[in-house]
């Protein structure tokens, strides 16, 4: 019986072979590895990426498509909402003893990310980046520019801080509306996100909650916003917020959160 896509799920089939085998050409699986897939659908990557792996594991919140999949004895299929996904017991028991411990294996993780809620599920990964050797999403075009954007660009924002203080990020593949069935009404890529082995220790709610701060009021300068809420916690360091937040590098927001908060 053929799949109709549903809204509600933000569903967007894959459908262009020469996009599936780019796709796969640049996530690189080998035999063995532990990959877990995001919204498998109806399998466009999932068989050629199982055909090199061996065994994956995939992450379905339909449960007509979690159906279909367990007919594949080479998939072990979460059927849950990502969201709610603890990825660190998708490890072997013996893998890791706690978040940020020396792994002698991590977790690939690929998906077409449902647009609806793809930054959520981005940030709900960041809990555990010290599991992960890499990642790779299908997500909107829009987004992926967002993600990988330089400071005093219109694009660079909360999103481009928080994901580029633990990530080195690159677009790799431009896909059009017309690869997918039904086809967005929208531009799609394909980001790769390794985490970063060393970064400087912070507590990262504190980076977040400067960071949203920051560009609350993005067309002002900081000393409207952050400047104020710097003053209320009595901060007397040289963070210069007579500019706007737009302009300022991460790594020196990432150094503003260093100094104003203990890191775990």
Do not use: C
Not at 96 to 102: C, E, I, M, P
Not at 154 to 171: I, K, P, T
Not at 193 to 201: D, F, I, L, T
């Amino acid at each position: 019986m053929k799949h109709i896509a549903r809204k509600r799920f933000g569903q967007h089939f894959l459908t262009d072979g020469g996009i599936i085998d780019a796709i796969v050409s640049s996530i690189a699986p080998r035999p063995g590895q532990l990959m877990v897939e995001i919204g498998p659908g109806l399998s466009a990557l999932t068989q050629p990426l199982v055909e090199r792996l061996g065994h994956l594991t995939v992450i379905e919140l339909d449960r007509d498509l979690a159906q279909r999949l367990r007919a594949n004895a080479q998939l072990t299929v979460i059927e849950a909402d990502v969201l709610k996904v603890d990825f660190a017991q998708l490890l072997p028991a013996s893998g890791v003893k706690q978040l940020g411990a020396n792994l002698s294996e991590r977790l690939r993780v690929v998906g077409n990310l449902p647009y609806n809620i793809s930054t959520p599920i981005l940030f709900h990964l960041l809990r555990y980046v010290d599991l992960i050797e890499d990642q790779h999403f299908m997500l909107q075009k829009e987004v992926i520019d967002r993600m990988v954007a330089m400071p005093a660009s219109s694009a660079y924002g909360r999103l481009s801080v928080m994901l580029q203080y633990r990530y080195a990020m690159e677009n790799v593949l431009f896909v059009p509306p017309e690869s997918f069935s039904p086809a967005p009404r929208v531009d799609s890529a394909v980001v790769r996100m390794v985490p970063r082995e060393v970064v400087q220790p912070i507590h990262i709610e504190v980076l977040s909650e400067i960071v949203q701060v920051a560009f609350s009021q993005r067309r002002k300068l900081m000393r409207h916003t952050l400047g104020q809420w710097l003053s209320q916690r009595a901060y007397d360091g040289s963070f210069d917020v007579q500019r706007r937040a737009e302009e300022v590098p991460v790594a020196q927001f990432v150094q503003l959160a260093a100094e104003l908060g203990p890191h775990r």
